[in-house]
Antibody, heavy 119, light 106 residues
Framework: QVQLQESGPGLVKPSQTLSLTCTVS??????????WSWIRQHPGKGLEWIGY???????YYNPSLKSRLTISGDTSKNQFSLKLSSVTAADTAVYYC???????????WGQGILVTVSS | DIQMTQSPSTLSASVGDRVTITCRAS??????LAWYQQKPGKAPKLLIY???TLESGVPSRFGGSGSGTEFSLTINSLQPDDFATYYC????????FGQGTKVEIK
């Protein structure tokens, strides 16, 4: 089964760019029909889909975040990344990378990483 | 955007009870719906996908049903390990999650 591990800074200053990487094992980010995703959870709140990258680098983003968001993949390292610009305290959350193994399937999650936006 | 509304927000139950959580979509999503269980400090765990297909390794006391806009997750004979928060997710158009249902001990 695919394993996912998030990494990146746990603290980001307001107005800066939040950058996270997800390292994938047990599967390839080049796999067709796999959706490599980012999802976040604000403290004590529900789940918010951020976006995903799939076959040949195609991306779909949450419209509410699209203007600040870039998701990209590095096939040589079997990693995919999230960049969220101009962050504010409202972007403080646990960020999960996740994978959906096909159109029909549900989502499998990494363990998550807490990112705090604060000066 | 497709909105997902779960009910109830909190459910108090006892071990052995049968519980049902409902999820309503703001427009038809066919059967493109999944259910997740989340425990404090942990990532969500996939239970059911395509509305009623049990994920491998998930106990058979969990069941899902529904199509279109109305869906439900049923847990037969609630076990101590089942006290958690449950989320539905639509994947018909982008992805959207319900707000969650916390199943707590009565």
């Amino acid at each position: 089964q695919v394993q996912l591990q998030e990494s990146g800074p746990g603290l980001v200053k307001p107005s800066q760019t939040l950058s996270l990487t997800c390292t994938v094992s047990g599967g390839s980010i080049s796999s067709a029909d796999y959706y490599w995703s980012w999802i976040r959870q604000h403290p004590g709140k529900g789940l918010e889909w951020i976006g995903y990258i799939y076959h040949r680098g195609n991306t779909y983003y949450n419209p509410s975040l699209k203007s600040r968001l870039t998701i990209s993949g590095d096939t040589s390292k079997n990693q995919f990344s999230l960049k969220l610009s101009s962050v504010t305290a409202a972007d403080t959350a646990v960020y999960y990378c996740a994978v959906k193994e096909g159109v029909v399937a549900g989502v499998h999650w990494g363990q998550g990483i807490l990112v705090t936006v604060s000066s | 955007d497709i909105q997902m509304t779960q009910s109830p927000s909190t459910l108090s139950a006892s071990v052995g009870d049968r519980v049902t959580i409902t999820c309503r979509a703001s427009q038809s999503i066919s059967t493109w719906l999944a259910w997740y269980q989340q425990k404090p400090g942990k990532a969500p765990k996939l239970l059911i996908y395509k509305a009623s297909t049990l994920e491998s390794g998930v106990p058979s006391r969990f069941g899902g049903s529904g199509s279109g806009t109305e869906f439900s997750l049923t847990i037969n004979s609630l076990q101590p390990d089942d006290f958690a928060t449950y989320y539905c997710q639509q994947y018909n158009s982008y992805w959207t999650f319900g707000q969650g249902t916390k199943v707590e001990i009565k």
